[in-house]
C-alpha cells in the first residue's frame, strides 16, 4: 500500500499525540492576540490529525481485509479519535472560560464561538466510550457488505459489478443480476440487523446523556441544524409528495412505454431499451479521468489542473475490486492541500456522474484552502452537496468528451429525470430515520414493515412490486449513511433544491453564475446557510412554492431533450 497522505505525527503513539494536546491546554493566555494564536495552532495542529486519520481511514476503506490497515484504523478508532474528542472538550472549556474570549472580533469569530457553546452543551465523556463502540459497528458494516462477492455465470463478482447489469436491455440479466443482489444481502441481513438493533440502544443512551429526549435532536444539534426542524423536514416530505411525485410518475409511466413492457418491475428502473446500447462514457479508468479533466478545463482551468495532480499523486481510487467497501467519497486533506476520491466504478454512466460529483467536492475544498481555521474550512453538508450536485449539472454541456450527440441527449435525458425521481426516494430514507430515532424500542419486522411503507407513501405507484415486497423492505439496508453517519440524507435533498436553482441561472448566464459558485463556496463556513446560498445567486428554500417552482422547470426542461432532434 502507498500512502498518498502526509503523517505528521504518529498516531500509533498515544502518549506522544496527549502529551502534544496537554500542552495546548496548559498553555496561559495574557491577551486575546495570544488566543489567536493558540487558536491557530491549535487549528493546524487539528489539520495534521485530520489528514493521517482521514488517511488510515481511506487505507481501511481501500483494503477492507487488509490486518496492517484495519488494526491501525481500530487504534485511531478506539484510542486516538477518544483522545481527541475528551481534550477538545477540556480545550473548548478552556477557551470558552478565558475573559479574553469576549474580545475576539465578532464578526470573524461569532459563529465558531457559538459552535463551541453548542458542542459545550452536547458533550459528556460517557458518550466518548459509546462512541467508540458505535464506529466498531459501522467498521462491522463494511466488512460485511464490501466482504460480499457474486458468483455469476461462474465468475466472482463484487455487488457494485451486479449494478451495470441492471441497465442490461435483455430483462432477464437484469432480474438474475436484481435476484442474486437481494440473495447475497440476505447472507448477511441478519448480522446487518444486529447492528442496527445494537446502534439504536447506543444512541438513544447517547441523547439520554446529553439530556436530550431523543437522538434525533440530539443529532439536529450536534449537525447544528440551527436553520430548520424536523417539523419542516416532515413538510418537505408532503411537499414532494405533492409537487414531485405526480412528475416521478409520468416518468416512470414514460419509461414503461420506451421499454416497451406491460408492467415496470423493480429490476426495470435502470433498464436501457432494447434499440439501444447502456451508455458507456469509457472504457478504462485513465479514459474517465483524461476525459473529466478536459470537461472540467473547460469550465475553469484550474478545475481541471486540481483532477490532473490529483491523479499525478495517486488520489483517486475510482475502480470497483473485491476487498474495497462499497460507496463513494472524497476527503480533503489539509495538510497535503489536495483531495483524495473513493469510488468503485463499473464503467457506467453513474460512474461519470459520480466522479463530477466528487470533483465538485475537491473543487469546494480547493477554493476553501485559504480560511486559516480548520473550523471556518468544515461546512455543513447542505453547503457540501451544493458544490458537487451544481458540479453534476454544470458538467451537462462539457458532455461531448464522453458521448455522440444522440448518446449526450439520452445522458441528458437520464439525468433530469433521475434528479426527479431521486427526491421521493431520498426523503423515505429521511423520513425513515425520524421514525426510527423517534420510536427507538421498535422490533427488527417493525423498522422492516416501516420502510417498505414510506416506500409505498412517497411511491408514484407504477413499478409492480408484488413477490418483491421482501426486497422492498430491505433495500435500506444499502444506504450506508443509516450506520455510518446517521441523519445524513436530507441534505441531498435539500442542496439538490439548490443545485436546480444554480442549474436554471447558469443557463440563462454561465460565466456569472460560475463566478458566484466559486465566490459562495470560498465562504467555507464562515457564514450562514442562508448567506452562502444568496452569495451563490440562490434561496436556501425548501418550501412548497419553491419546490413547485422547480418541477415546473424542470419538466419543461425534459420535454425540452425529449423534443430535441439530433
Ligand atoms: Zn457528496
Known sequence: MSKIYIEQHNLNDTEAIQAELEGFLQQTFQSSREVETWLKNLSTFDDELREALDGHYIDFQ??????????????????????????TAKLDEKLMSSPFKDELDPKQYGRFLRSKENAMELFREENVTLEVEEDRLATRYFELTGGLSVDWNGEEKTIPELFPLLEDPDREIRKSAFDKIFQTLSKVEHDLQEIMDKLMKLRKQKAANSGLSNYRDYMFKKYERFDYTPEDCKQLAASIREYVVPLAEKIKKQKKKELGVEVLRPYDRSAVPKDRTPLKPFAQRDELVERTSKALGQLEPRFSELIDTMNEKGMLDLETRRNKSPGGFCTPLPVSELSFIFMNASHTHDDMMTLFHEMGHCIH????????????????????????????????DQWDHFYSKE???????????????????????????????????????ERMAKFGELSRELSDGVIDWSGYEDARNKEWLFILHIFEVPFYYVEYVIAQLGALQMYKNYKEDPAGTLAR???????????????????????????????????????????AVEQMKV
Open 62 to 87: 481501500a483494503h477492507n481485509q487488509d490486518q496492517q490497515a484495519k488494526e491501525a484504523f481500530e487504534h485511531d478508532q478506539e484510542k486516538i479519535e477518544p483522545l481527541i474528542k475528551t481534550y
Open 365 to 396: 475544498n480547493d477554493l476553501k484552502r485559504h480560511l486559516p481555521l480548520s473550523y471556518d474550512r468544515n461546512t455543513p453538508m447542505e453547503s457540501s452537496e451544493l458544490a458537487s450536485m451544481t458540479m453534476e449539472l454544470f458538467s451537462i
Open 407 to 445: 448518446e449526450q441527449k439520452q445522458a441528458k435525458l437520464d439525468l433530469l429525470r433521475d434528479i426527479v425521481t431521486f427526491f421521493p426516494s431520498a426523503i423515505r430514507v429521511d423520513q425513515f430515520q425520524h421514525w426510527m430515532y423517534e420510536n427507538p424500542d421498535h422490533t427488527q419486522e
Open 517 to 559: 459558485y466559486k465566490h459562495a463556496l470560498a465562504l467555507g463556513n464562515t457564514q450562514s446557510l442562508y448567506e452562502v446560498y444568496e452569495a451563490a445567486g440562490i434561496r436556501f428554500d425548501f418550501s412548497g412554492e419553491m419546490i413547485k417552482e422547480l418541477m415546473e422547470f424542470l419538466e419543461e426542461e425534459i420535454s
